[in-house]
């Protein structure tokens, strides 16, 4: 815990010697000022404790503030500073959680911005350990809007999914996941007939039912004849599980689809509270 600490200190030296304000949250530091509007930018640890466990501690600071200055320019870096093959190959579907972006702003710098579930589906460029959404103001160096959500969805489907496995949720519920390191893995949910294929699962009447608590995970739950609401509160109740101290966390609600119909949000309430039956959601 002391060496944990320590290390923490240093990534939060090394963000305000760059000019920038740090604020420590013990599973991650959120980085403010400048160009990192409120809410901020969340840093997690997993490159930097890796590369910490290598060196000796004495090394710590110097290693720390190199790997703290490559993240931050590479957060920074804007996409016109690539050129349009190399910022198409960089081009991945992303969903903004929610809150993260106001609604104001996605309205006047993200208007090509898509709305699934009601969730803002954007466009980011991935470089190095960051991500960065693409503006409006740099979808011409992509192609255009049609162009560059064409070669985001390339990229997404080329990649493929995560490390699957499946959970157990502590009232029996067996939930397929999906894991990646890279965030766009949470992405796939705007894809399901797409994700379906891929994982060849078959739908029934009842549809499946999606959590996704984070950028880098996607639970899965296929509803069958005999599911229940118990169903939904033990994927609920996974995706709490999942989603604890995730750096970068994306929603708590629960995602239902059925082939044929639109994806939607179902609120946890309306999960636990008022779905007597599966059959009558598309209602």
Known sequence: MSRADHLRRLCADA?????????????????????????GAALGFTAISRAAACAREDAWPELVADIIRQLVESALAAPPHLDRGELRKQLFPRFSAPGRLPEDQLAEDYTYARRVAGMPLLLAVRHSEASAF??????????GAEAAWEAAETNLFGAGLGELSVCTSPSGANVLVCESEHPRQAAWLAYPERLME??????GSRGVLFCAPAHRLLGIHVL?????????????ELAGILGEGEVAPLSRELFWWR???????????????????FDTMDG
């Open 198 to 203: 891929v994982l060849g699962l078959e739908i």
């Open 259 to 277: 082939p044929g119909l639109p994806l939607m949000g179902v609120s946890p309430r309306a999960v636990i509270e008022g779905m007597a039956s």
């Open 134 to 143: 693409l503006a409006d103001i740099h979808l011409a160096k992509a192609g």
């Open 224 to 236: 069958r004849e005999h599911a229940t609401v118990e169903d939904a509160k033990s994927v609920l």
């Open 15 to 39: 963000i305000r010697a760059l000019g920038y304000r740090a604020w420590d949250r013990e599973s991650h530091i959120v980085i403010t000022g400048g160009p990192f509007r409120p809410p």
